[in-house]
């Protein structure tokens, strides 16, 4: 029998998704709660990884296993074995075709910056603080030039071990609220750092130190030296992933 569920968790708690020597990491963590549940060793593969300090509002996962138990069963168990930093949305049994990864048809990341002269008090484990004005409509225009199929080789991290920078960004929309300037940005999938960086360049463009028309020089030079520095791990957060209608999973809030 194959489950999928949804996660949300606040990643500063975390060394990030992927189980490593070092914990604790959320696979991990996740893990552990499961395997008490189903009184046997559970192996959970993720949507997709995100990295030390990023949080994930609805992170979808899927595991085997041959213990039966009823969906509300699965849902309060494991989060009375986890920690407060995450707690088990939704479950669901799927078809054995369903993969948390390779199902996803799109994931969608936000990522929110504090843009006053004083630092934030309340949220600022998901907020990134810059003191200096941001100009949201020009990093607006700016990110456009990123949106269709494109080599995000200037968008990467040197560590990043995909097989090739090819991605298609389906929108990317940088929107202000007050004190608090939004990047949202969709895609097929993204590379190791994609987002961050990204936002490390808007981030150049909204202060006045490089010109609206530099975000797209940077998407055809291809070299990550020339661009923005990464922009801080807690200020991003995985929004949904998304997956064919057929699978029926749950939306982000929906609780079901």
């Known amino acids: 029998m194959r489950i999928a569920m949804g996660i949300e968790y606040d990643g500063t708690a975390f060394l990030g998704w992927q189980t490593q020597a070092q914990e604790p990491t959320v696979q991990a963590t996740l893990e552990a709660a499961l395997a008490k549940v189903a009184d046997q060793p559970v192996r959970v593969h993720g949507s997709g990884r995100t990295d030390t300090g990023v949080h994930a509002r609805q992170q979808v996962l899927h595991f085997d296993t041959r213990a039966e ?8 168990g494991t989060n009375s074995n986890l920690p407060e930093a ?4 939704w479950a669901k049994i799927v078809p054995l075709d369903f993969h948390a ?42 990110g456009q030039a990123l949106v269709g199929e494109h080599d995000f080789s200037a968008f990467r991290a ?19 609220y007050h004190d608090q300037v939004d990047i949202l ?6 590379l190791h750092h994609m987002v961050r960086n990204i936002v490390g360049s808007l981030i150049e463009v909204g202060q006045g130190r490089q010109p609206e028309g530099w975000i797209q020089q940077l998407l055809q030079g291809r070299d990550r030296n020339a661009a923005g520095a990464t922009a801080p791990a807690h200020g991003l957060c995985l929004e949904r992933v998304s997956y064919p209608k057929a699978f029926e999973l749950a939306e982000p809030g929906s609780g079901q």
């Open 86 to 89: 995450a707690c088990i949305l």
């Open 158 to 176: 040197v560590s990043c071990q995909a097989r090739h920078p090819v991605r298609r960004l389906t929108r990317l929309a940088v929107e202000r």
């Open 101 to 142: 990864r390779f199902s996803a048809t799109g994931r969608t990341y936000r990522y929110r910056i504090c843009n006053r002269p004083v630092r934030p008090a309340l949220g600022r484990n998901e907020l990134t603080w810059i003191r200096q004005a941001l100009d949201h409509r020009v990093m607006h225009r700016a």
């Open 69 to 76: 138990r009823p969906m509300r069963s699965w849902i309060l």
């Open 185 to 190: 940005v969709e895609g097929n999938a993204f």
